[in-house]
Structure formats: structure tokens, C-alpha cells
């Protein structure tokens, strides 16, 4: 059992009400979470004001009080500490709460608006295969060893994140692998890890709901490689226009990946196609199972990071060489009558969906039809809504816009916003089917033998959340399903 004071290590307190020595029981952010003898962290989030339950926590069970500004009712018998940033204290506090599980293992993070989960989800493969234990964090699913934890978030609340890596270091992991959003720094759920390396994979266009600008956007994704520490290694990529400005304040050891420039670890592309990239890297030719330029990044940065992490070079190219990508990340399949290519992937921003296309096009051998069906996802950056559209139309034969995860907006309004960017003389390549499962239909419908369908944004997930309900939806089994029904 730990005390008040012990959680409370390095943490920025300007005042103290009440006894410190008392011991906690478990710790929280959310009022509904506390019983007997907890901690209760009060955090202004984006919503509500974690200050406003601050009595409810104290009904519950709680006996210390963790805020920004003290209450008004100050109760007998509780503790109340009044600190800087509570944000930033409950990621000090979970730390503490859990023996800092992030100073017992390797910690590797990776933020960028695109590869996130591919690269982690590689790392995390790469170093099993090499014979560690590791653990993962992704927006796919989290795991320990072998065991698989469903993820609710890219980046857990800094409770449940420390609480994993605990897990990690109780099960004997050597290496985690985690994805960092934006919205996990800006929130400071990752205070107080410390972090063994840091990778950036790219910028581009996303979370602008949030964020408000590109420049603030840029600005928080770079304040992560800021606080890295010394012993660290920064990771980026040097063939993309702010690669170099993430590490301009860095204080890790600087390194760089590239297809196009010098850098640390240089790759080429030699082939691309629908087996798989064969690549030059630091002038060794190694294939891939992963498709497309992007993937080659991804690839890139999986090497490089496990160069700087002290793994041998052909040790890491053979393993890699076998090591297959993520659920739901250009996932495709055959038809068997038609040899349709069916290809699921989680496209859901203008770069990514540009990229996936682009990928697309190179593999195309003759006249194949490409056939996109894409939505855009409700109560989130709405501005990329008719660049998605213009980025499918350009590079498609044919368009279905369609529903992605509408959350509480009205999904026939999301679907005209994103005809706005439809240039007039392109109009005749697209139709509009709201219902998910009938745009699929219609797609495999259209194809023709040979033809490519690919349905972009939802990728790994099992569901499509319509009005806060989750109902299950599965975009590879729906391609599955109408392929048989058709007899494609
Ligand atoms: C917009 C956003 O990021 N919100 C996150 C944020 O919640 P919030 O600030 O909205 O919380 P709030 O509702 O305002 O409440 C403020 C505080 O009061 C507390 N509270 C609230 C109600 C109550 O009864 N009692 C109580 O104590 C809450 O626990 C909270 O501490 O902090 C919560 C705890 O960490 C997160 O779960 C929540 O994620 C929401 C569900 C979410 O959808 N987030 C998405 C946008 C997100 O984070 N996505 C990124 C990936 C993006 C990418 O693709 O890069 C991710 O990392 O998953
Ligand atoms: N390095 C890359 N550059 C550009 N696009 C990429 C890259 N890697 C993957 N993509 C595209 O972005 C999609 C999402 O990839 P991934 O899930 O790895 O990213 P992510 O950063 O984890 O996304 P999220 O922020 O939603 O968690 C892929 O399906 C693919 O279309
Ligand atoms: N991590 C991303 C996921 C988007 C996935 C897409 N299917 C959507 O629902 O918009 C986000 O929270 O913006
Ligand atoms: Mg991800």
C-alpha cells in the first residue's frame, strides 16, 4: 500500500490541506471510478470540469483530493492537494502509484498523422520474432506477450496507460511499444514516462476540430521529441517537410530515415506490387510482405529504431523480412470467380487516402476498374470532409461515398459536405449510398472481373457507432459476404 505522499513524488504541489500520510487505496480521474480510500484526481477535460465532482468522489469513498483550485466545501477527514497541472500531475501520480513501470522497461513511442499503429504494431512483431518479450499499445489492441487486451483509445488515459505497462513489467516485457496521438500529448496523458526512443512517421492534414490550426498541430507533436530525454533517441523522417523541425529542440540522440536523401538509414524501392516491396536498404536487398511507398516508411522506421535500439543489421533485416502488417492496413483478398482484388483499408485522412490510391495505381497492370467506397467520420475534423472526396474522385474510377462512424451527427449531411469538394466535370464518377453495407453491395456489383475495390476508413473495426450506439460492422466480412452473394 502506498501513502498520499509517496504518489505525490515529483509532482508540482502549491498547497496542502490535510495529512499526507495516509494511505491510498487506487487512484482516479473519474469521479464514477473511486471507492474506499481513493485519490481523486480532478482534471478540466474538453467537456466537463473534473473539479465539479469533487463531492461526488468524496460520497464515493474518497479521502484525497487532487485539484487545481481547492473547493468551496472543504470536507473533515480528506485531504485535499492543490497542484500546478492536474493533467500533468495524474500522469506523475499513476507513475508513482505503479512503481514508474516506464523506468523498468524500454519505452518506445511513435506519433505522426499517419503509421502510427503500423509501425508499432511491426516493432512490437520485429522484436518477438528477434525472441523478446514485449508489449503494445495500438489502436488496433493492446498486448502483453501473447495476451490481447481491447484498446479503447490510440493512447490510454495516463491511469490505464501506467496500469498497462505495470502489467508489461510484472510479465517480465523488455520492450513496449506504444502509439502516441496528438491528443495524448496536448492532454498530457504520457507525463512521466520516460521514454527509451521517440519515432515521427509524418504530418499531414488531421484533427484540425481539435487542434484549431496546422502550425498548433505541429507545435504538439513536436513538444513530445522536446521532452525526451538525453539517453533517448529521436527518430524521424527526413523526407518529410517538418521532419527536420520535430527534433530542432530535442534533447535525445538525433537520427534519420529516408527514401530520397542522405540520412542514418537509407532505403530504396526496388519493386512494389501486390506480393510485396522489395527493397535496398543500407545497401542490403531484402523483401517485404508489406505493400506501397508508405509502407517502405514504415519499414524504414522499424530498422532505424532497431538500429538505435542495439540490434545487429542482418539480424533485424531477416526477421522484418517476414513480419506481416497490422489489421485492417491495405488487408485485401481475391475473389475467386472474378479475381476481384478486395482491399480494406484505415485510410481516414486526405494523405492517407492519397497514398492508398497512389499505391493502388502502381499495382494496376491494364484497364482494371478501381472502385473506392469512402465515408468520413462524424464529430471530428470536418474540414478534411470534401478533400477526401476530391482525393477519391481524382484517383478512382468509380466513387461510392458512403457513412463511416457518424457518432452524433446526421450521416446524409456528412456525405454532402464531402460532394462539395467533388470538382463539377468529375460528378458523373460518384454515387452517394448512406447505408454502409449497400455501398459495399453496389461497389462489387459494379466490378467486373480483374477490378479493384477498395474500402477505405474503418479498417480493424468491428462496428459502426451511429448515435452512441456501436453496431457491429465488419468492412472485410461485408466484402466477403457480397462477394459470395454476387458470385464475384
Ligand atoms: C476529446 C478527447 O480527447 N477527450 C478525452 C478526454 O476527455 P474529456 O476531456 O472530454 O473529459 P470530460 O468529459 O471533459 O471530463 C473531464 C474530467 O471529468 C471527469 N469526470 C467526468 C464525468 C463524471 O461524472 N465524473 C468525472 O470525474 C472525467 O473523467 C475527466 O477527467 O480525456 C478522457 C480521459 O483521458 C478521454 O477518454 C477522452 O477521449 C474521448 C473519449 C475521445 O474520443 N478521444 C479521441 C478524440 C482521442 O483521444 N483520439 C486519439 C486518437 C486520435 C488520432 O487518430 O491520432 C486517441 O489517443 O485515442
Ligand atoms: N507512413 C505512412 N504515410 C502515409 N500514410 C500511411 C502511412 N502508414 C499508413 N498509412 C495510411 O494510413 C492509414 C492508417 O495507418 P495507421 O493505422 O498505421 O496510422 P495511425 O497513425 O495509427 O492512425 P490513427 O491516428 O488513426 O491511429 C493506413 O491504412 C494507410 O492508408
Ligand atoms: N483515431 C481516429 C480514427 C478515425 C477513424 C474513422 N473511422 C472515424 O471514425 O473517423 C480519430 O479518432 O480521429
Ligand atoms: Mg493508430
Do not use: W
Not at 237 to 254: E, F, H, S, W, Y
Not at 346 to 358: C, E, I, R, W
Amino acid at each position: 500500500m502506498k501513502t498520499l505522499r509517496d504518489i505525490l513524488y515529483n509532482v508540482g504541489i502549491t498547497a496542502v490541506q490535510g495529512n499526507t500520510d495516509i494511505t491510498v487505496n487506487a487512484i482516479a480521474i473519474d469521479s464514477r471510478a473511486i471507492g474506499k480510500n481513493d485519490a481523486f484526481i480532478a482534471v478540466k477535460g474538453v467537456h466537463a470540469d473534473g473539479h465539479q465532482y469533487i463531492d461526488k468522489a468524496v460520497a464515493q469513498g474518497a479521502t484525497a483530493i487532487i485539484c487545481e483550485e481547492m473547493p468551496a466545501n472543504i470536507a473533515d477527514n480528506i485531504t485535499y492537494v492543490q497542484v500546478k497541472d492536474s493533467a500533468t500531475a495524474s500522469g506523475i501520480i499513476a507513475g508513482n502509484y505503479y512503481d514508474n513501470p516506464s523506468h523498468q522497461l524500454k519505452l518506445v513511442g511513435v506519433t505522426g498523422t499517419n503509421g502510427k499503429t503500423t509501425i508499432a504494431t511491426l516493432l512490437f512483431r520485429l522484436f518477438t520474432k528477434m525472441g523478446y518479450h514485449c508489449g503494445l499499445l495500438s489502436t488496433v489492441q493492446n498486448q502483453i506477450g501473447d495476451t490481447v487486451i481491447p484498446s479503447t483509445h490510440t493512447t490510454p488515459d495516463p491511469i490505464s496507460l501506467n496500469e498497462l505497462l505495470a502489467r508489461m513489467v510484472a510479465d517480465g516485457c523488455l520492450y513496449a511499444f506504444i502509439e502516441v496521438s496528438s491528443h495524448a500529448i496536448h492532454q498530457h496523458r504520457i507525463a512521466g514516462l520516460q521514454f527509451a526512443g521517440g519515432i515521427f512517421s509524418n504530418i499531414t492534414h488531421d484533427h484540425l476540430d481539435y487542434h484549431k490550426t496546422f502550425d498548433e498541430y505541429i507545435r504538439v507533436k513536436k513538444s513530445f521529441f522536446d521532452n525526451l530525454p538525453a539517453g533517448a533517441f529521436a527518430l524521424t523522417n527526413l523526407d518529410d517537410k517538418r521532419g527536420n523541425v520535430m527534433l530542432q529542440n530535442t534533447k535525445a540522440r538525433k537520427a534519420g530515415y529516408s527514401l530520397h536523401t542522405l540520412a542514418d538509414f537509407k532505403g530504396k524501392i526496388l519493386e512494389n506490387n501486390l506480393t510485396g516491396l522489395i527493397m535496398s536498404i543500407d545497401d542490403t536487398e531484402v523483401h517485404f510482405r508489406l505493400i506501397g511507398e508508405f509502407n517502405a516508411y514504415n519499414l524504414l522506421a522499424v530498422y532505424g529504431a532497431a538500429r538505435l535500439l542495439g540490434e545487429d543489421k542482418s539480424k533485424v533485416l531477416q526477421a522484418l523480412s517476414d513480419v506481416q502488417g497490422a489489421e485492417g492496413r491495405f488487408d485485401y483478398f481475391v475473389s475467386d470467380k472474378d479475381q476481384i482484388i478486395a482491399i480494406v483499408d484505415y485510410a481516414h485522412t486526405p494523405d492517407a487516402l492519397k497514398n492508398v490510391l497512389a499505391t493502388i495505381q502502381n499495382l494496376r497492370k491494364g484497364n482494371e476498374q478501381l472502385i473506392t467506397v469512402v465515408g468520413c467520420g462524424g464529430d471530428r475534423d470536418t474540414t478534411k470532409r470534401p478533400i477526401m472526396a476530391d482525393v477519391a474522385v481524382e484517383s478512382s474510377d468509380k466513387v461510392i461515398f458512403t457513412s463511416d462512424n457518424p457518432r452524433s451527427e446526421d450521416a446524409t449531411a456528412i456525405i454532402e459536405e464531402m460532394e462539395k469538394g467533388v470538382p463539377v466535370h468529375l460528378r458523373k464518377k460518384y454515387l452517394a449510398i448512406v447505408d454502409r453495407k449497400e455501398a459495399i453491395k453496389t461497389a462489387v456489383s459494379l466490378a467486373g472481373k480483374d477490378d479493384i475495390i477498395l474500402v477505405a476508413g474503418k479498417g480493424h473495426e468491428k462496428y459502426q457507432e451511429i448515435h452512441g450506439v456501436k453496431h457491429p460492422f465488419d468492412d472485410k466480412k461485408v466484402l466477403h459476404e457480397m462477394m459470395t452473394m454476387l458470385e464475384k
